[in-house]
């Protein structure tokens, strides 16, 4: 029996050595990696790239072949000024026979070509930046939560210690009741203190336990099957300043790939323009024409040979469509004008909201630092005449508020900088997966 539960407890010890350690880096990289918004946006990237070529455009020559062969039975009927001529017969076979191969090369319709080709590059260029879009956005999102997950786990430790005060002032209480001078009044107090912070370690496991949850999700693995440990502490950078971080909103892929969708707009609009203008295809080619009868007036008809040809198409009215496209063309450069305004304007915006709530964080934190110290001493220092006897079951309790409320303000407000830390590098185009 005792070798069995030794090697329970072997098994569920090494259970728990193999749960593995999940490093930020090892987090972004499997998010990156397995990420559905960026395998999409790369799939619009591959796609973009085959469209961007001339063929695509229209710039490239077109060759076509075709063949006809068609087999006839009928009946002829022909009479001639000669009687010994006429023909009158039922059933004939005929067959005719016509096969050609065409090539033709577009030389001029109103440049419409080129601003084709130009847009299907602008076109690739956008989702280029767009994919930078969603690797930037991915590896915010899980950078926040990996640090909420060790915010948690600092509000964990936080309760741990103020349980440890709850057992010890419990004992303490206990010892004195022994001694006759602590009534049970002050046992149950103390009872409840500790199972109400018993009770708080457990809400806390499940906070913890789903921002792990979430994690896993963010970077596209199934919580069921994962086990995982973070350890990591919250370091902020306390380097980052507004004016650089406004100075590469230029370079910011979500701006530009919204200036680039206006630089689109403008060349669909030479694009609807150049409908306006003739458009002038050359030809060449081989035709081949055969066509046999067993009766009739012509037994045998055939012609081949080359050709070569111009056509010239000019547009000279279609009910005002394409001046009416043009007009909508137009208004949607407009438009997409403004939205890079307005895109521009609330990315500045947002910048500066966030570097206000990051540069406040920084500066509270030095006295909330001091803060947490004083209430880590007044904790000690409270559980200490307790024990004497020099303090009472309530100055304990709310040396336990003091610190744990200190606690939680440092932790809160050190979470609070380097999320805002995290979306100023975002909009400044600066993480990575290093």
């Known amino acids: 029996m005792k070798k069995l539960f030794l090697l329970i407890s072997c098994f569920a010890a090494l259970q728990g050595f193999c749960q593995p ?20 946006a790369q799939n619009n990237i591959e796609i973009s790239n085959i469209s961007n070529n001339y063929g695509y455009a229209g710039g490239l020559p077109v060759v076509t072949g075709t063949a006809t062969d068609n087999e006839q039975v009928t009946s002829i009927n022909q009479k001639f000024p000669d009687p010994s001529r006429d023909t009158k017969r039922n059933n004939v076979g005929t067959n005719n026979l016509a096969a050609s191969i065409t090539g033709s090369m577009l030389l001029y319709n109103g440049l419409r070509v080129q601003a ?4 299907l590059e602008e076109l690739e260029q956008q989702n280029q930046q767009l994919l930078s879009v969603q690797v930037q956005n991915t590896i915010a999102a899980v950078m926040a939560k990996y640090y909420d997950i060790l915010r948690q786990q600092y509000f964990l430790k936080t ?4 349980i440890e005060v709850s057992k010890q002032k419990l004992k303490i209480i206990e010892v004195r009741k022994e001694a006759g001078v602590a009534n049970n009044a002050d046992i149950f107090q103390a009872q409840l203190d500790l199972n109400a912070n018993l009770q708080t370690k457990e809400s806390q496991f499940l906070a913890i336990d789903q921002a792990k949850t979430d994690l896993l999700n963010l970077i596209f693995l199934r919580p069921a099957d994962q086990k995982i440990i973070i350890e990591d502490t919250i370091i902020v950078d306390k380097s980052v300043r507004l004016d650089s971080v406004l100075k590469r909103l230029s370079s910011n892929p979500q701006i530009v790939a919204t200036q680039q969708q206006v630089h689109i707009n403008e060349l669909i609009e030479k694009e609807v ?23 009739g007036f012509i037994l045998l008809n055939q012609s081949y040979g080359p050709f070569v040809g111009l056509n010239l198409s000019v547009p000279i009215y279609n009910g005002s469509v394409t001046k009416k496209q043009q007009q909508i063309a137009s208004i949607n450069t407009r438009n997409s004008k403004v939205a890079y305004e307005n895109v521009l ?18 500066g509270q934190l030095k ?23 020099q303090a009472t079951i309530i100055d304990v309790k709310q040396a336990q508020q003091s610190f744990e409320n200190a606690s939680y303000r440092l932790i ?20 990575s997966n290093k």
Do not use: C
């Open 21 to 40: 350690k999940l490093t930020l880096t090892d987090a972004i990289n499997t998010a990156l990696k397995n990420s559905y918004d960026i395998q999409l």
């Open 116 to 119: 084709t080709k130009k847009r």
């Open 367 to 389: 006295t909330e630092m001091d803060n947490y110290k004083l209430s880590q001493q007044l904790l000690d220092l409270i559980s200490q005449k307790f024990e004497l006897g």
């Open 273 to 295: 323009l150049a409908a306006r203008y003739p458009t002038l295809r050359a030809s060449t080619g081989y035709n081949l024409s055969s066509a046999k009868s067993a009766a």
């Open 159 to 162: 309760i741990e210690r103020t």
């Open 412 to 431: 809160n407000l050190t979470y609070t900088a380097k999320v805002a830390e995290v979306e100023l590098k975002r909009l400044a185009s600066q993480l």
């Open 345 to 362: 304007l609330d990315f500045e915006t947002g910048t500066v909201k966030t570097y206000q709530a990051y540069n406040n964080a920084l």
